[in-house]
């Protein structure tokens, strides 16, 4: 180094480095242009480039640049060495950070390569950092072939020249790690499970990795330069593709940028697959270049659609579960109800049955009525009443039941105080008029004020608490007789449709009830009426002679007829006692009956022969063209004396009479038989005569006594025997009523057929009957 | 009474099928990727019914609009508690007539409260 260039010179300097730099695309081109042009403008023969090793902290020689060959020696040295920071003029560059020199090689015991350099011709150096604003990156240094100190212009330009290699350098290192880096993210991107598509604005694709050259099945070749819609969308999607792309380029609108989408990827092939998309746009280049990281997702799709199936499958199956409790509830519930139905109907129907057999249990009309009412409460209502029509057209109220005694007292002193108008526009006098059946329901406290007659009146309505009423003829073929009245109040309950159905079949029975009631009373009436007609009202007083006599009918009290008695004076100082049974029963019986008795009562002041008078009955029977029956008569003529009673007798068809001695022996009086009277034309009949002696009883009887149903034929007769044998002696009366007594027991307290049974017995010696006995 | 006992076990059902339905199709609102068609369970009044029909959920949604109306099997209406309004060969939407109407609407979850919805009034 001879001389320092000038300032002009120093600008061409830099603009030859400029030039020459622009062109060094490497280290080393970079090197070799910034050694060479500074070291042609030093006239320096070798200059040499160290850089700084950033892991060791040595700076190591990097390039070199010489005039001739001649240097070679100290070229092979450089590479060979590495200084730390302070050692020889290098390291000490480095740690000042400074341009320095060696003014002569020869005296400076401080650098290494001093005898090297001193072989090949060189006495002088000088060297400058390579400092950037990224901090150290090496330094140069220049030889001179003559000892001196650089110049200002010299140190100058090996400064200027340090700064800007140092520069490029650093723009080189960038690029470098750029380049290094693009080179991975190629890799990468190559490499990576995921499709990445780049495109650029236009939409073209500018790179398609492997994974997508997979997915869609285009090289990768092929897919460069296409326009990514038309590649890989589905034609249905491809215009919202290019209007969102417009959008973006045209006003930066990020439509889809950075959003995670799942749409459909289109095959090479045609066939499409479920991707999910994100869409970047790389860096801040423009015009803009976008990357497109699409992933395969029809596994995941399938999965998730294999799950929602499954939840769908779930969700529907505890749907039909629950359809099915539904279907099981409903069905319990129906049976439920069925049960409820038929219980219920079984009860109407026990209750109806119930309250039929109450009623049926009698024919008597006020116990018919009581039985009515009294089987509704509490079953159908809280208190029922029967009100009856009579016949001058007043309404009674005949039966009254509650279920509280209470207030069944307060309810007949209602139905007492208030007599029902037969004009009244509802109730019980409504029904009765028309026959027709009333409900009503929900009776307010109003309408019980407005239809309180008094305050009183007001008072027994509101103590009976009525909140529904239903009214229900009696209807029998005759019209209406009456109607019943239900109400509810205290129970809280109202009338159903079963209730009233019900009350409908309660009244059908209770009126054929009360009407079969009234007309058995009446007929009872008639009946006893009658049958009391075909008995002695007393028994006579026979002189000497105890009479008795029982009858007892038997089963239905409306029967008239069947067996009678008479006792009767029939001459002077004779007396006639007949027991007679008349065949069948009823008004033809009665008929006959009366005809026998009054017959034989004419014949007996006419003729003494018994056997004429039966003759004579007989006679008047088969004469009478209004009956076809006959009967059994025992005739008996009785003529008191003192040492006893002469007895004629004659028996037509009847059980001979027995005759019960003073020593208790009981004898069947056989003669005097004759057939059954009325049967036959012309029958002949017989006499027989005995004489009861003082204390000897004579009973007349009907088979009734005897005839019972049993196997032992002959049970009735012992039995009989041994009554009357158990009581020789004793009273006529005491006899007969043992006898009753007896034959009603063996026959279980209901005799199958009438009973009458007269008893004469001949007084002891000194006493004698002065009275009746009545039957 | 109302309604017979018959018409009214009929409302009943066919009422709580409804709501097996919507909570079923509550459920499969949570549901991704739903196909067209869905399953329902039919809600005849009939209790021996077992059968399943298919609706979207717009289909089915469209029924629901009105209280007074179900989705049946074809064939599956009870002429004298309710009336077909329409159908194709997967239902038929059948309206409560008479006072089954009043049990159809006072069960409806979707419109709480005696007055049911009516297809013909504004959604809300």
Request: charged share 25%.
């Amino acid at each position: 180094v001879s001389s320092a260039p000038s300032d002009q010179a120093g600008h061409r300097l830099a603009h030859r480095l400029v030039r020459a730099l622009s062109a060094a695309h490497t280290v080393e081109a970079a090197a070799e242009a910034v050694l060479r042009e500074v070291a042609q403008t030093l006239d320096s023969p070798l200059g040499a480039l160290w850089l700084l090793d950033e892991q060791s902290g040595l700076l190591r020689w990097e390039h070199d640049w010489a005039t001739d060959a001649g240097l070679d020696q100290l070229r092979r040295v450089g590479p060979r060495l590495a200084f730390a920071p302070g050692v020889g003029l290098i390291g000490g560059v480095l740690e000042t950070l400074e341009p320095a020199w060696v003014e002569d090689i020869a005296t400076d015991p401080e650098f290494p390569r001093a005898e090297v350099a001193l072989s090949v011709g060189l006495r002088s150096v000088v060297a400058a950092p390579l400092v950037s604003p990224d901090g150290m990156r090496g330094v140069i240094e220049f030889f001179g072939r003559h000892a001196h100190e650089p110049t200002t212009a010299e140190m100058r330009d090996v400064t200027m020249a340090g700064r800007q290699l140092a520069a490029h350098l650093g723009r080189l290192g960038v690029e470098e790690r750029l380049r290094a880096s693009e080179e991975s993210s190629a890799s990468i991107a190559h490499a990576a499970l995921d499709c990445i598509i780049t495109m650029d604005q236009s939409g073209r694709v500018l790179d398609f990795n492997r994974a997508a050259e997979e997915a869609f099945g285009y090289e990768r070749s092929a897919a460069i330069g296409e326009l990514l819609a038309d590649l890989i969308i589905p034609p249905q999607f491809r215009e919202s593709h290019r209007r969102a792309l417009a959008a973006y380029v045209r006003d930066r609108r990020p439509t889809i940028l950075g959003k995670r989408l799942e749409l459909l990827g289109l095959r090479a092939d045609g066939s499409t697959f479920p991707v999910e998309l994100t869409v970047t746009r790389l860096g801040s280049r423009e015009p803009p270049v976008f990357a497109g990281f699409l992933r395969d997702i029809s596994d995941r799709r399938e999965l998730e659609g294999e799950q929602s199936r499954l939840l769908r499958d779930a969700m529907l199956a505890r749907a039909e579960a629950e359809a099915a409790q539904v279907r099981a509830d409903d069905a319990r519930e129906e049976a439920e109800r069925a049960r409820a139905d038929a219980e219920r109907a079984r009860e109407r129907a026990a209750f109806l049955a119930q309250a039929g057999r109450d009623m049926a249990e009698s024919m008597d009309w006020e116990g018919t009525l009581e039985t009515i009412v009294r089987s509704a409460v509490p079953a159908v209502a809280d208190w029922c009443s029967l009100t009856v029509a009579e016949p001058n057209g007043r309404l009674r109220v005949v039966a009254l039941a509650h279920r509280d005694p209470e207030r069944e007292k307060l309810a007949w002193e209602f139905v007492e105080r208030y007599p029902l108008d037969p004009d009244a526009g509802s109730g019980a006098a409504k029904a009765i008029r028309t026959g027709a059946l009333e409900v009503i329901a929900d009776i307010s406290p109003d309408t019980i004020r407005a239809a309180a007659q008094d305050p009183e009146h007001l008072r027994l309505l509101q103590n009976l608490n009525v909140r529904h009423t239903l009214v229900a003829p009696l209807k029998t073929p005759a019209g209406v007789i009456g109607a019943l009245s239900f109400v509810l109040g205290d129970s809280g309950r109202r009338f159903a449709p079963d209730d009233i159905q019900l009350i409908g079949s309660l009244s059908a029975r209770a009126a054929l009830h009360i009407q079969n009631a009234r007309l058995y009373t009446e007929r009872s009436h008639i009946a006893r009426t009658l049958q009391a007609s075909l008995r002695p009202r007393a028994l006579p007083a026979i002189p000497g002679a105890e009479v008795a006599a029982r009858f007892l009918p038997a089963g239905d009290q409306n029967e008239v007829g069947g067996d009678f008695y008479d006792a009767f004076l029939s001459g002077d100082g004779v007396w006639t006692a007949i027991v007679g049974d008349v065949s069948g029963k009823g008004a033809e019986a009665a008929a006959l009956t009366a005809l026998a008795r009054h017959t034989l009562r004419a014949a007996s002041m006419l003729h003494d022969d018994p056997a004429v008078n039966l003759a004579l009955l007989n006679r008047a029977i088969l004469r009478d063209s209004q009956t076809r029956d006959f009967c059994t008569v025992l005739y008996v003529r009785l003529c008191p004396g003192e040492a006893g009673i002469d007895v004629r007798f004659s028996n037509g068809g009847h059980p001979a009479p027995l005759l019960l001695r003073n020593d208790g022996t009981v004898e069947a009086i056989e003669s005097g038989r004759g057939p059954l009277v009325g049967a036959l034309p012309g029958a002949r009949f017989e006499e027989g005569k005995l004489r009861l002696q003082p204390g000897e009883l004579l009973l007349m009887y009907t088979d009734g006594v005897t005839e019972i149903r049993t196997s032992d034929l002959g049970l009735g007769e012992r039995v009989l025997r041994s009554t009357l044998s158990a009581h020789a002696g004793a009273s006529a009366e005491t006899v007969v009523a043992a006898v009753e007594r007896n034959a009603v027991e063996l026959q279980a307290g209901a005799p199958r057929d009438d009973i009458a049974l007269l008893a004469i017995r001949a007084c002891d010696a000194g006493t004698g009957a002065d009275g009746t006995v009545g039957a | 009474v109302s309604v017979d006992w018959r018409k009214a076990r009929i409302a009943k059902n066919e009422a709580s099928f409804r709501d097996i339905n919507e909570r079923l199709e509550q459920g499969l609102r949570q549901v991704r990727d739903l196909p067209d068609a869905l399953q329902f369970v039919c809600e005849c009044g009939d209790r021996e019914c077992r059968a399943l029909i298919s609706l979207s959920i717009g289909e089915y949604r469209a029924v629901r609009r009105d209280s007074r109306r179900f989705a049946v099997v074809p064939g599956h209406a009870i002429p004298d508690a309710e009336r077909v309004v329409q159908g194709n060969e997967r239902y038929e939407v059948v309206e409560k007539i008479g006072g089954a109407v009043e049990i159809a609407d006072s069960s409806d979850q979707r419109a709480p409260g005696p007055r049911g919805r009516r297809s013909d009034e504004a959604a809300p």
